[in-house]
């Protein structure tokens, strides 16, 4: 799922299935769905109290009008939490207007 999600599918699927095939001998086969391909609409930051929303940004590294990263994500998650400015950084994307865009919503705990 990593690999399809920093190339902008977020909705990607990987399905398993075994078939024995012998004894002591398994077939195992992947069915993988990529979905859609996304970019972000908009990146709504909220829980920051303090800490400026530009700070936050700076950190995240990630743009409207990006491709969908998973990757990216999770290291702008752990960038915020390496500034020691946050008890918690959760993120998560939601559906947005515009049709093959996510929003992506960061919410932060401060110290």
């Known amino acids: 799922i990593g690999f399809y999600g920093?190339?902008?599918?977020?909705?990607?699927?990987v399905e398993i299935s075994l078939m024995e095939v012998a004894r002591n001998s398994l077939r195992i086969q992947y069915e993988i769905t990529e979905g859609k391909e996304?970019?972000?609409?908009?990146i709504h930051?909220?829980?920051?109290?303090?800490?400026?929303?530009?700070?936050?940004?700076?950190?995240?590294?990630?743009?409207?009008?990006?491709?969908?990263?998973?990757?990216?994500?999770?290291r702008g998650r752990q960038a915020l939490l390496r500034t020691g400015l946050f008890e918690t950084?959760?993120?998560?994307?939601?559906?947005?207007a515009k049709p093959g865009f996510k929003n992506l919503e960061v919410t932060v705990v401060e110290k």
């Open 6 to 13: 920093a190339r902008g599918y977020a909705d990607a699927t």
């Open 38 to 42: 996304y970019q972000f609409q908009a």
């Open 45 to 74: 930051i909220s829980g920051n109290a303090h800490v400026k929303e530009e700070v936050i940004r700076k950190e995240f590294k990630i743009a409207p009008g990006d491709i969908f990263n998973t990757a990216l994500i999770e």
């Open 89 to 96: 950084v959760d993120v998560s994307s939601t559906k947005a």
